[in-house]
């Protein structure tokens, strides 16, 4: 299982954290319940897979946008006026670290972020501290929904789809609150 279970794991993360067709936290949380309750796969590796996973994705997001041709930073910048641009350069320069923590934290948030940071040209040496960060601690977060349903359930299927619903519906919540706040603001604008 380990043997096709960690580059699953890898890649999966790697191509849900650039294109987001793959539910990647709830393959982090999955793989977390499995390590917990069958001897195949091990938590720190789980882990670690996953950070590095969810890292190169974010980096390769990151670098299209910075390392893109003139014409492909125009076609991400379109619509926005110029004051919103500096104003996005500003925010950057100011705590781009939050930025790129937070919104790898946010479900939605992390590729507009890393799109931002990238358009602004947000500097290599200050993004990789950031998005290293923001990895491990996005991994640690969904495992621990998987090592929460892997000490409810012996049943490594069980705990797998326990912990995938738990992670769906984290998601869910921290979506609609997000939703309501946005609309909150609004009104009260």
């Known amino acids: 299982m380990s043997s096709i279970g960690y580059p699953t ?109 990238g358009t602004v040209a947000y500097p290599w040496r200050r993004l990789l501290p950031a998005t290293l960060a923001a990895c491990v601690l996005w991994a640690v977060a969904y495992a621990l929904l998987g090592v929460m349903s892997g000490g409810i359930f012996d049943s490594p299927l069980i705990a797998t789809v326990l912990a995938a619903v738990l992670v769906l519906v984290v998601t869910a919540v921290v979506n609609l609150v997000a939703k309501w706040r946005r609309n909150r603001s609004k009104v009260e604008s």
């Not at 938590?43 to 492909?72: E, N």
């Open 9 to 117: 794991l890898f890649f999966g993360v790697l191509i849900g954290s650039i294109v987001p067709i793959v539910p990647t936290g709830a393959l982090v949380g999955a793989a977390a319940a499995v390590a917990m309750t069958t001897p195949h796969l091990s938590l720190p590796l789980v882990l670690m897979f996953a950070t590095a996973g969810a890292g190169a994705g974010d980096v390769t997001t990151f670098a299209v946008a910075r390392l893109g041709s003139d014409a492909a930073v125009r076609w991400l910048a379109r619509g926005q006026r110029p004051e919103r641009l500096i104003s996005a350069r500003e925010r950057f320069d100011r705590r781009g670290w939050q930025l790129v923590v937070i919104g790898r934290l946010v479900p939605a948030g992390r590729i507009p972020v890393l799109l931002a940071a």
